[in-house]
Each structure stands twice: as C-alpha cells, then as structure tokens.
C-alpha cells in the first residue's frame, strides 16, 4: 500500500508536551537499519498490521524492500527489544536537471505502540541518514485529513506542502477504505533553517487560530461550511475535521463531503501561490496554516 504514515493525533499537547511524552517512550526504542532478506519479511508482515489489510495485494514484498536498502535506500527499523514495531522506508528520487532527492515511501507502526514518539524518532533517524547521502530534501505523501499525520509532519517535523493530489492511489482497503485516496506531498528541507528552528523549539509558528482569517469555519452541525471566504491575506487556516477515522466510522458521507469540500480549497489556494506551513489544534478543532510568503 502506497502510504508514509499512520499515527494518531495528540489533541491538545504542545510541542513541548509532545516531546517530552515522546521522550519517555522512545526510551526504550532502538532505531537500527534493515538491512538482510529476514528484516524485510518482518516489515512486509508489520505492513498488515499497521494498516489493518485483509489481504496482500497492497503490501510491498520483502524483496523488494532489499533491493531499496541494497540501491541507495534508506530502511529503518524502530525495535523494543528484538520485536519489530516500526520502519520508514524509501529511495532515492530524480527531480531532473541533475537533481535528486530522497523519495520516502511508506512509514508503519504497529497499533500497540503508536501514539508514543515512534514516528518522530523514525523520521529523525532517516533526516540524518539522508544528509549523511549528501542530499537535503525528503518528500513524502499523506492523506491530510489524519491530523495526527499533520502534526507530526507539518507542526512538529516543519515540513511544508504546496502540492495536492486528487485520488492518488484509487481504491484502497483497510483504513483507506471508502473514499478517494487524496494525499498532500509534502516537502521536508532537512537543512534548512525553517526545519532546524521547528526540530528545537525555537519557532513553532502560530499558537492560536483567528476566527477572522479562518476560510472555511464549520457549523454547529460538524458540515463543512458551504461557502468558504476568498483568500485575501498573507497568512489564512484551513478547518479539517479533526478526528478524521472516528468521523468516517459514524458517518462515511459527511467524511466525503468533507474530502471533496477540503480538496477543492487546497487545490485553489495552492494555485494562488499559498504554502501549508504549520498545523494546529485548537479548542477540539484543527486547521492547516497557509502562507503566500514562504
């Protein structure tokens, strides 16, 4: 399955907050790479877990993830103990014109263990693999309306996003299952100054949402608004449901609508030249940050 990430979302924690959590459990978690036929069997059958597959027409093969590892890719494995419950796998990407970038995949943790920094941990390991290939730019794909997935990777990580793909990967079962496979591609400088002040602390963005330059403020009704504003400032918020499974599990319509309503906002604003820059819950709400300054 064509994915990077499932964690669930840390409503209601500061970066502060979530590091330190993180800490505590990343204790007892050892992040080494992959790098024999048996390690990949263990990631091919950890796939079925963290995306809860019935079957094994989206899992990608062992032998495949060797050929990854073998041919410039980067393959990491979070351990508690010897038990496998994490990985974050990808390759090296060509962007044309002698350029390149490294392209990352897909990234799983075993249900038991998310909600517990593993993700954070995982990709801090695969940032300092890929400046160690002399490269400075990882990309990644995921659905943006898991805003545990944005947190980690829009507030937290500092990466930005200025692209949106329509149903990327068509039909898809598991937690995918039901509706369009839309994905933001995201984009991850690893050394820039943006990411090296997200990574420390120092610049977390935005701490509160105002009302004002919200676009597409919900009714009471838990529907998008049918209307969304015109963007006419340097720096607007995007509302997205906030959480998105529990949504699709009691009301798969209203999951829908929100899909569509949000797509065709992200697709329109990314053609008017704005940037998601940050992530934020707020009140047991959350909203995208966009910028046209960046």
């Not at 080494?32 to 990949?40: E, F, K, L």
């Not at 065709?264 to 008017?272: E, G, H, K, N, S």
């Amino acid at each position: 399955m064509f994915r990077h990430e499932w964690i669930p979302a840390f409503a209601g924690m500061t970066i502060q907050q979530d590091l330190q959590s993180a800490a505590t459990s990343m204790s007892n978690i050892v992040i080494r790479p992959i790098t024999d036929a048996a390690g990949c069997t263990a990631v091919e059958k950890l796939q079925y877990d963290a995306w809860r597959m019935t079957d094994n027409l989206e899992v990608v093969p062992g032998h495949m993830l060797l050929t990854f590892h073998k041919n410039g890719g980067v393959l990491l494995g979070a351990y508690a103990k010897e038990r496998l419950v994490g990985f974050v796998a990808g390759f090296v990407g060509w962007m044309g014109y002698g350029r390149f970038k490294h392209a990352s995949h897909m990234m799983g943790i075993h249900p038991d263990f998310q909600g517990r920094g593993i993700g954070q941990q995982l990709k801090l390991a695969q940032r300092q693999a890929v400046q160690q290939q002399g490269l400075d730019l990882i990309t990644w794909t995921y659905d943006p309306l898991e805003t545990g997935n944005a947190r980690l990777n829009i507030h937290k990580l500092g990466a930005v996003c200025r692209t949106y793909i329509p149903n990327l990967y068509g039909t898809f079962e598991g937690i995918n299952a039901g509706l369009p496979t839309d994905r933001f591609q995201v984009e991850w400088q690893i050394n820039s100054a943006h990411v090296e002040n997200r990574l420390a602390g120092k610049d977390v963005g935005e701490t509160a949402v105002p009302e004002y330059l919200i676009l597409n403020p919900s009714g009471e009704n838990g529907r998008p608004c049918e209307s969304s504003k015109s963007a006419t400032d340097a720096s607007h918020f995007v509302q997205v449901p906030d959480r998105f499974q529990s949504l699709k599990a009691r009301d798969l319509p209203l999951a829908l609508a929100w899909r569509l309503h949000t797509r065709q906002l992200f697709t329109d604003l990314f053609a008017q030249n704005y940037t998601v820059t940050n992530f934020i819950l707020q009140d047991g709400a959350a909203f995208y940050q966009l910028t046209n300054r960046i």
